[in-house]
């Protein structure tokens, strides 16, 4: 039985199917998806409701479907996409491991 926090924690990473993170003007400069937005030509209108969800004007559920709404992305987009951006192909080929306490998470 798990009793301590940092049990709970672990189990809860240790069971994980899938763990997203949003690093976009975190850990990496770019809004991934202001830059969709902008190969698919409506850049602006994203970026303004991008920077509007970062103000706390609305959830990070409504923002993102109201600018996918917009974009309405495809395969087909996607790839072209992948293709114009050698930096995103490149973190595609080389993945990083994340571990606790230097346990492996598998």
């Not at 940092?6 to 850990?27: G, K, L, M, Q, Y």
């Not at 770019?30 to 030509?41: Q, R, S, V």
């Not at 974009?71 to 114009?84: C, D, H, R, T, Y």
Request: net charge negative; charged share 25%.
């Amino acid at each position: 039985m798990i009793t301590k926090p940092n049990e709970i924690i672990r189990s809860i990473w240790r069971n994980a199917d899938c763990v997203c993170f949003d690093v976009d003007s975190t850990v990496c400069k770019n809004e991934a998806i202001d830059d969709l937005a902008e190969f698919n030509g409506v850049g602006d209108q994203v970026q303004k409701l991008t920077m509007e969800a970062m103000g706390g004007n609305m959830t990070f559920r409504e923002a993102l479907h109201k600018r996918l709404t917009i974009i309405k992305p495809s395969v087909n987009i996607i790839e072209k996409f992948n293709l114009n951006h050698q930096k995103i192909n490149y973190l595609h080929k080389h993945y990083f491991y994340l571990s606790l306490d230097d346990q492996p998470l598998n």
